[in-house]
């Protein structure tokens, strides 16, 4: 250091300058000179000299940010790694190197959001997703969309373009801000200036509170900066309250007065209670009533208890259908009362849920209980009376069990000669899927079916409710082997959604995950070609030009089988669970036989 040099200090980024003058702009972070302050000639105690010669890199804003994010318990990050997020990829890679993340790239950015909507699903946990600027951004949306949609927590990391080149139209540059304010619950964008540990913060803060998307835009210079040097990773430690909440007084005495009138009551589950059966089946068994799911609370409650009555709506069975309709008092749990589902809004109606905007959202019910589902399902059991006026309705609800088996059983003989028909199918794969797999299923005919015609036992159904997203189901099988690698993981699709996302067969490949695929193959997109029927379309463009899809998953590295006839699926289900890595079943089916 010469005599005449003096040292400036960058008040973004702590960069020590030595020079007769600040530099026009900062070597590390590109502040202006105005950002720098001359030191005193001799440092004052406490002042921290960052240089660009020292052997050790210092902690950078992505590194503080990525070590909050793992405080706070996340544990997969899915993602494409690309130009515009080297510097918070290379933090990730940290953090998976000492073994306290894991990563899976995969090979379109809507797979890793559709993948990390199923983990929030299926746990109840946030996992992240990461993208790059502009196009990966926006390939997210619509995983995206689906965890928003179905209250799922999720993170969203995207990378930005450098800040001093956005505005005129860069390359790759896609307003992000704008773009987000839709889809995620909190929006912010990463500067210099930020307060960054805190950014990470209230995004994984909001994503869980909120059950919704939290997302954090990384502009490609920030994700370099040097972190604050008095700055220490956050965690969740005094930031999220007991949400353990007993509803009011006034709510729980409506409530019990009408469970201790009611002579058929019929208790309804969505995916809401999906942590909190205990308690609800506890209340089921005083009640000695039916209980009910939305098609998003499918296997809530195994199909061979004596209450069960399956699934209520489109997807459902008449069990339900005729319970439901012959209540008089209806206890909701978990469930918001949609179309597709069909509650009866004419019978008086209980309804608890936690968020306190879902109840009544569609039409008013005779008590909104705003509590946390478990706590509440066990006052209103401590309230009930000894003997109360319940009608037992097991042997009705296992009648109507008989009459739809033996309804199963006609649908199942039929044949057309063009592949295998759903009933026959489903009623296989009820045997044949192990009672404790987790299920993610895709959309079309081959989602109805299964939802008429599969008999769950203990398996955990995952599935794009609200959005109803073709495409989600093998993605959502690669975030659920994620979530829980010790179960069976099953992907049921039919032949259109697979085919939005193939490629990902060669992700589950190359991360060794054990999936095991069931490709419900029509060639067509079934469920549109009957739509444009019963509105009196003529059927166009549904038909689908399909590979030999057993062969294409022997290509990509996993292991294939092909069914043509129902008894080859036995064998071939057998097969691929015991396969030590993915693979696929293609089941060949006839499209008019759903």
Not at 34 to 55: N, Q
Not at 571 to 589: Q, Y
Request: net charge negative.
């Amino acid at each position: 250091m010469n005599k005449s040099d003096k040292q400036w200090k960058c008040n973004v980024c702590d960069y020590i300058y030595e020079g007769p003058e600040p530099p026009d702009r900062c070597p590390l972070c590109g502040a202006p000179a105005s950002a720098f302050t001359e030191l005193a000639p001799e440092p004052s105690k406490g002042v921290s000299v960052r240089s660009l010669d020292k052997s050790v890199k210092p902690l950078t804003v992505s590194d503080i940010m990525v070590e909050t994010m793992v405080n706070w318990g996340v544990t997969h990050v899915f993602g494409m790694v690309g130009h515009s997020n080297l510097g918070l990829a290379d933090a990730i890679r940290k953090q998976c190197e000492s073994g306290k993340l894991n990563y899976i790239g995969v090979r379109h950015e809507g797979a890793a959001a559709f993948a990390a909507s199923a983990y929030g699903k299926l746990t109840g946990r946030p996992a992240a997703c990461l993208s790059i600027a502009g196009p990966g951004a926006t390939n997210l949306l619509t995983g995206l969309w689906d965890a928003r949609m179905d209250r799922a927590p999720i993170l969203a990391l995207t990378g930005q373009i450098d800040t001093q080149v956005l505005g005129p139209g860069a390359f790759q540059e896609v307003d992000l801000v704008t773009v987000f304010q839709g889809v995620s619950a909190w929006s912010q964008t990463v500067l210099a200036s930020s307060n960054h540990v805190e950014l990470m913060n209230l995004a994984i803060k909001q994503a869980i509170l909120k059950r919704d998307v939290g997302h954090l835009i990384f502009p490609n210079e920030v994700q370099i900066l040097p972190a604050k040097v008095d700055q220490s990773a956050g965690s969740p430690q005094g930031r999220l309250p007991d949400l353990n909440i007993t509803p009011p007084s006034e709510a729980i005495d409506e409530s019990t007065r009408l469970l201790n009138r009611a002579n058929r009551p019929a208790i309804i589950v969505g995916h809401g209670a999906r942590f909190k059966m205990t308690n609800i089946m506890r209340l089921a068994q005083q009640l000695k009533c039916p209980v009910i799911t939305t098609f998003k609370g499918k296997g809530l409650i195994p199909d061979d208890d004596p209450l069960a009555c399956g699934v209520l709506g489109r997807s459902g069975t008449v069990i339900a259908s005729h319970l439901m309709n012959n209540a008089d008092l209806l206890v909701v749990f978990g469930a918001s009362f949609s179309q597709h589902t069909g509650i009866n809004p004419n019978i008086p109606t209980i309804q608890v849920d936690l968020d306190p905007m879902i109840l009544g959202k569609f039409h008013a019910v005779t008590v909104p209980v705003n509590g946390e589902i478990g706590i509440t399902a066990g006052i209103f059991l401590n309230r009930l009376a000894h003997d109360g006026p319940w009608h037992d309705q097991r042997e009705e609800i296992a009648s109507k069990w008989r009459e739809w088996r033996e309804e199963k059983a006609i649908r199942r003989a039929k044949r057309q000669g063009h592949g295998l028909n759903a009933a026959e199918v489903f009623g296989e794969l009820s045997r044949l899927i192990p009672a404790d797999a987790v299920i993610a299923v895709d959309v079309g005919n081959n989602t109805y079916s299964f939802g008429r015609y599969f008999e769950c036992k203990q398996q955990s159904v995952i599935m794009s409710g609200y959005l109803g997203s073709i495409g989600f189901g093998y993605p959502a099988a690669m975030g659920a082997w994620a979530a829980a690698p010790d179960r069976p993981v099953i992907a049921l699709t039919g032949d259109g959604g697979f085919g939005q996302y193939m490629a990902e067969l060669c992700t589950a490949v190359k991360y060794g995950m054990k999936i095991i695929h069931i490709l419900i193959n029509n060639q067509q997109l079934g469920k549109i070609s009957r739509e444009q029927e019963n509105q009196h379309f003529p059927v166009w463009e549904t038909e689908l030009h399909n590979p030999d899809f057993a062969q294409y998953a022997e290509l990509c590295g996993a292991r294939g089988f092909r069914v043509n006839q129902l008894s080859e699926l036995d064998e071939a289900i057998g097969k691929a669970l015991t396969c030590d890595g993915p693979s696929l079943v293609e089941v060949i089916s006839d499209p008019a036989l759903i």
